[in-house]
RNA sequence: GCCCCUGUAGCUCAGCUGGAUAGAGCAUCGGACUUCUAAUCCGACGGUCGGAGGUUCGAAUCCUCCCGGGGGUGCCA
């Protein structure tokens, strides 16, 4: 038996329309109900009758008449009214919304943890491919987003009840690796690099100069040859030239090497990816994302497996030959005219044969029922054409009953900076994802030292951390993800509006009302948990609706894949919570009775404000 | 060329399957602190929702065309 009033209203909505018009009533025919956008509208609105009364061709208040005569609200709601061309306006009662507020006060704070295999929430094997690093790069602000969305989104889909796996997709395979790999092995063997002491930077390094090696200047032969610049320039460039086809011809030897599991390479290109590995898991504790070993899963792990996906789908003629290479064709499920190249025409793999692997493991190993790609938008018709090829493989089918495992590009724009440009340092490099992070902290830690210069040094770092790591999170989070956005560190940490930091302080009020409640007034959490609510204040009236909605915005937040719903929220019931709290005294309020009534709630805005925080991986301090 | 995304107040952005007078924050202006942490709150100002048609009782939202911005486009990942 529930005290939600959503869902006692859907039901006695949908029991009304059954009555009022039996047979009548269209399949799929909904109350359309949902909160009012306006206190003057009541408390709920249902907007069904309208649509309602086009597919009965019937006038629309004369629907939302019949509706009501058949509708028994009574115990819950003030009487309804119809309003404007047909809405269904209801007010609670007063002790409803305190029943419900009160239903919803528990550990779970109202979502109901998905069972299988019958609940009306399905538990879900939830696949986040994240982060996505490559071998012997830094993190940079290009995976500041896979990273921080990837894991709100796994952690939206755990608080739901789901079983998710994360999937670090490490580029750790390929001939760009085998070229990393082979000029530091070289430097080893010939003792210029020592390799005890490497670090990110030097793989990175070394990546660079390896491309540069491996890449002839063709055009700047090209040129020489279309000017005449003279045989000086001539005879550099065309021993530049020679020298990159020899790189990478010492390259190929490399990945061939590495392809045969040749020991003296694989020990270089293990310690290589240790050493990248260790970098990124630092980056991502300091970034407070739940990115580990167990969650990684490099392109390397596939390669035994990419000859059997290329020859299932030979075999089976998914996939057929064009130009010399290996194509699964997707006009007639998608209406792309490119195909999915799996195979090149020198018999070499792809990243979309690497993402086919994926999809199989993921789909029949780990058993996904979905598997979302927190990935660049640009992305997207790579994925389009993955996804639908490994549709027309079989590879969806899922292995627990009928249907098909959903595959979701949950796909992100680029971070610009203040010059609307993709954000670069001055030079023009990629800005390296621990120096943002840094000097977040450093902006926050000034911050605080400035708004509570009374807290102590150890616990100011540590707040310092939660507020500037959640003032980039939140920045993230908190806008539409397909949307490019402008960093910015004055904006994200003025404190003011829509930021991580405001949704913080408002917890923090909390957290300070509760000790001081608990402190001075020896008012404990137990005296507190059982409080009648007394619900009569309009700030105390809007707080209390705002917190109801919480079980649905996670809900869609996670199913949508779109954590900024549950931003948005977390910031109007910070807003109710901030005018609650100057309008009605907690601890100085009228009587015994008010005051815990309004302890609760407080209680109860804090919990969800740390809960809804957690979910979007922010920390929620004590103190700030 | 084709495809995808995007265009809402001076700035940054919400607006969920079409619903009531399009909402916030910043900025600007005016109020509220011997505090429950003012990192706050209350109020004012501010928008032909890129443009033009169309569907509808009703369109920022759906359809068509056009314009601006970004991105992608068969053998890199």
């Given amino acids: 038996m529930t005290a939600d009033p959503t869902a006692i209203l859907n039901d006695r909505f ?5 009555a009022a018009f039996g047979d009548d009533l269209p ?6 109900l949902s909160p009012s956008k306006n206190p003057k509208f009541g408390d ?9 009364a086009k597919r009965l061709g019937k006038p629309p208040r004369e629907v939302a008449q019949a509706i009501l005569e058949h509708l028994n609200v009574s115990d819950i709601a003030e009487e309804p009214e119809i309003a404007g061309p047909g809405f269904i306006n209801i007010t609670l009662k007063p002790g ?3 029943a419900a507020v009160a239903e919803m006060d528990s550990p779970e704070l109202g979502i109901e943890p998905a069972a299988d295999p019958n609940s009306e929430f399905r538990k879900q094997t939830v696949v986040v491919d994240l982060c996505g690093v490559n071998l012997a790069k830094q993190m940079h602000v290009g995976h500041l987003r896979a990273t921080v969305i990837g894991d709100a989104l796994a952690r939206l889909n755990e608080r739901l009840g789901h079983e998710v796996i994360r999937q670090n997709h490490f580029g750790d395979w390929g001939l760009p690796i085998a070229m990393v790999t082979t000029a530091i092995k070289d430097g080893i063997d010939a003792g210029t690099i020592d390799p005890q002491d490497l670090t990110v930077a030097d793989l990175e390094h070394y990546y660079r100069s390896a491309q540069a090696e491996c890449a002839p200047d063709r055009r700047g032969l090209a040129a020489v040859e279309k000017f005449a610049l003279g045989p000086k320039a001539r005879a550099e460039l065309e021993e530049q030239v020679a020298g990159a086809e020899a790189a990478l011809a010492r390259a190929k030897e490399g990945l061939v090497a590495l392809q045969a599991g040749d020991a003296s390479y694989m020990t270089v290109w293990r310690q290589i990816c240790h050493i990248t590995l260790e970098d990124c898991f630092r980056n991502c504790r300091k970034l407070q994302a739940n990115v580990t070993d167990e969650a990684t899963a490099g392109e390397s792990t596939y390669r035994d497996e990419l000859p059997e996906v290329v020859h299932d789908l030979e075999s089976r003629g998914v996939a057929e030959e064009s130009d010399g290479a290996l194509i699964v064709r997707i006009e007639d499920l998608t209406g792309i005219k490119e195909p999915c190249l799996i195979r090149k025409s020198d018999g070499g793999y792809l990243y979309a044969t690497t993402d086919m692997a994926a999809i199989r493991r993921r789909v029949r190993k780990l058993g996904a029922d979905r598997v979302i790609y927190a990935v660049d938008s640009r992305q997207g018709l790579h994925f389009k054409q993955v996804f639908a ?3 027309k493989a079989g590879y969806t089918k899922l292995i627990r009953g009928e249907g098909e495992a959903e595959l979701f590009h949950a796909a992100f724009g680029t971070v610009l900076g203040e010059d609307n440009r993709p954000f670069k340092t001055r030079s023009g490099e990629n800005v390296r994802l621990s120096d943002l992070l840094d000097e977040a902290i450093a ?21 310092a951390k939660a507020v500037g790591i959640g003032a980039i999170k939140y920045a993230d989070l908190s806008s539409d993800r397909i949307k490019d956005y402008v960093f910015s560190f004055d904006r994200m940490l003025t ?9 913080q302080y408002a917890q923090v009020r909390v957290r300070s009302i509760l000790r001081k409640a608990e402190n001075e007034h020896s008012i404990r959490e137990a005296d507190i948990a059982e409080a009648p609510l007394v619900i009569e204040q309009p700030e105390e009236k809007a707080l209390a609706l705002e917190l109801l909605k919480y079980p ?27 005018s609650f709290f100057t309008a009605c005294p907690v601890l100085k309020a009228d009587s015994d009775e008010l005051r815990l009534s309004r302890l609760r709630l407080a209680s109860l805005t804090g919990r969800v404000l740390r809960d809804g925080l957690n979910c979007l991986g922010i920390a929620a301090p004590e103190r700030m």
């Fill in 96 to 98: 409803a919304l305190s």
């Fill in 14 to 18: 949908d029991e009304a329309m059954k």
């Fill in 44 to 52: 709920f609105q249902a907007n069904g009758a309208m649509g309602l």
């Fill in 389 to 391: 090829a490994a549709k």
């Fill in 443 to 463: 902006r926050a830690e000034k911050a605080v030292a400035e708004k509570n210069p009374d807290l102590p040094e150890a616990e100011r770092h540590e707040v």
């Fill in 495 to 503: 404190f003011e509006g829509n930021t991580g930091p405001y949704l």
């Fill in 552 to 578: 649905s915005v996670v809900r869609s937040a996670a199913d949508s894949c779109e954590p900024h719903r549950l931003c948005g929220y977390l910031f109007d019931l910070a807003t109710s919570f901030s």
């Fill in 27 to 32: 399949e799929g025919a909904s109350a359309l």
